[in-house]
Structures are given as C-alpha cells and as structure tokens.
C-alpha cells in the first residue's frame, strides 16, 4: 500500500479543509494510506513541509495543497512561482514524487471553491508518479 504525505497551506482554512477531504477519499479510492499530514501557515510555506516528509522512509510520496487566490498586485503570482520552484526542488532533491495540488494564481476565491477537487487530483498525480517510476 502506497503511503503518502500530505502538506496542508491553512491560509485559506474552509478551502484546505475541503481539498484534505478530497485527497483523503481518493488515497482511500486508490488503496493508499496518508500517513501524515502537516499543516502549514499558506502556500508559501510548504516546501519545507514537504521535503521533512520525503525525507522519512515510510513516505512514498507528497501532496501539497492549498489556494492562492488573485489580490490587487502580482503577490499571487510571486507566491506561487517560488511554492512551484521550492516543490519542485523537493521532488528532484528526495528522489520521490511531490505533487503540487496549489490552486492558482490568477483565480478568485469563487474560482478556488469551484476547484476544490484538485485536492484529489493532487494525491493521484502523487500515486501515479509512483507507478511510473516503479
């Protein structure tokens, strides 16, 4: 059974906790286990969450998920440029699968609500990295 890890940006709570939900049903849909889940502040922030969860044996992957919703300047943008890059790192430094379930930029929050199912789409890019790499 493939056990995952996910990180969780808080930032926008309602939104988190609705995308969580949706990665939990589809890692149970697809016989994997979350192992563990850490939270963190925003977007921002979890590359760092990620990496200490690829770094522990018993993660075979990570999702990160999170919204980043459009404001009056290109803070969105610059947010989710460097939370891509960090995660990208992660994957490529660990050897092991970092799927990036960030919503945005250049959505607003209705748009963000409407997408909350990426929380699901997140663990199963995870899940099938790891099938493509086996």
């Known amino acids: 059974m493939p056990s995952l890890g996910l990180v969780v940006?808080?930032?926008?709570?309602?939104?988190a906790?609705?995308?969580?939900?949706?990665?939990?049903d589809a890692a149970a849909e697809?016989?994997?286990?979350?192992?563990?889940?850490?939270?963190?502040?925003?977007a921002y922030d979890?590359?760092?969450?990620?990496?200490?969860?690829?770094?522990?044996d018993g993660i075979d992957a990570v999702a990160a998920l999170g919204a980043i919703v459009s404001g009056d300047t290109d803070h969105d943008q610059v947010i989710a440029?460097?939370?891509?890059?960090?995660?990208?790192?992660?994957?490529?430094?660990r050897d092991k699968?970092?799927?990036?379930?960030?919503?945005?930029?250049?959505m607003s929050g209705?748009?963000?609500?409407?997408?909350?199912?990426y929380g699901a789409r997140a663990v199963e890019s995870a899940l099938d990295q790891l099938e493509a790499l086996a």
Do not use: K, N
């Not at 979890?46 to 522990?56: C, Q, S």
């Open 81 to 93: 440029d460097a939370a891509a890059q960090g995660l990208t790192d992660v994957s490529l430094d």
């Open 97 to 106: 699968p970092v799927a990036f379930g960030v919503l945005g930029p250049g």
């Open 46 to 56: 979890t590359p760092l969450a990620a990496d200490r969860l690829a770094r522990r």
């Open 110 to 117: 209705a748009e963000a609500r409407e997408r909350v199912d």
């Open 17 to 24: 906790a609705e995308m969580e939900q949706h990665a939990r």
């Open 9 to 15: 940006a808080q930032f926008y709570g309602e939104l």
């Open 30 to 42: 697809h016989g994997a286990e979350i192992a563990e889940t850490i939270p963190v502040p925003g």
